[in-house]
Structure formats: C-alpha cells, structure tokens
C-alpha cells in the first residue's frame, strides 16, 4: 500500500512557476513510475489528463503540451515526487494529481488527493 500526498499548489499569474510535491509512505516507493495528471475545470467526463511520468531509473516522459516548461523529478530517498512547472498559462489551471503505478501496467494503483493550481491575474 501506498500513500500519496500533494502540496505546493496556489494561485500564480501567468509566466510564474511553482514546484509541486508529492511525498510518498508506504513501502517500495523506488519501484514505481511515478506520474503526474491533471484535470481541468469542467473536463468531460472529469478526465485526467497525463502531464509527465518519470521511471524508478530516471526516464523521463512529457505531454506535448507542457514539454520545455515542466520537469518531473524524484528522490528516492526522501520518497518524494515534483513537478517543476514554468511559465505558466491560464490553460494549465487544474487540479494536480501524483499517482504511482507498477512498471508495465497501464493505470496507477495509487493516486493522491490532488493539489489545486490557478494560473490568472
């Protein structure tokens, strides 16, 4: 079992940054992809959108949409996932989700509760 919690969301203006935090208990937490969704205001269907995913060895991987802006990273250690988010705009308003799954497997066995980012003046 695994227990994910985010932090470090808010209200930023536009072009700002922010550095989310996701920290993990439970056991193995190395072994997980680690990921990050999102899902915007109104999304149909309350869809969850794949922004970045990062491997137990470091790969890394991005939704077009935010390539150049975002970097994912984790500590192993500290059993803590982030997600670097940089100029920001009003379309990645959202609430964030860390979430974790099994390498090979399509869907997250575990998500958080999720961290709300606003991007607006």
């Known amino acids: 079992q695994v227990q994910l919690v985010e932090s470090g969301g808010g209200l930023v203006q536009p072009g700002g940054s922010q550095r989310l935090s996701c920290a993990a208990s439970?056991?193995?937490?190395?072994?997980?992809?680690m990921a990050w969704y999102r899902q915007a205001p109104g999304a149909p269907g309350e869809q969850r959108e794949l922004?970045?995913?990062?491997?137990?060895?470091?790969?890394?991987a991005y939704a077009d949409s935010v390539k150049g802006r975002f970097t994912i990273s984790r500590d192993n250690a500290k059993n803590t996932v982030y997600l670097q988010v940089n100029s920001l705009k009003p379309e990645d308003t959202a609430v964030y989700y860390c979430?974790?799954?099994?390498?090979?497997?399509?869907?997250?066995?575990?998500w958080g509760q999720g961290t709300q980012v606003t991007v607006s003046t």
């Open positions: 979430a974790a799954r099994r390498p090979g497997w399509a869907r997250p066995d575990y």
């Open positions: 439970g056991s193995s937490f190395s072994r997980y992809v």
């Open positions: 922004v970045a995913t990062i491997t137990s060895d470091g790969n890394t």
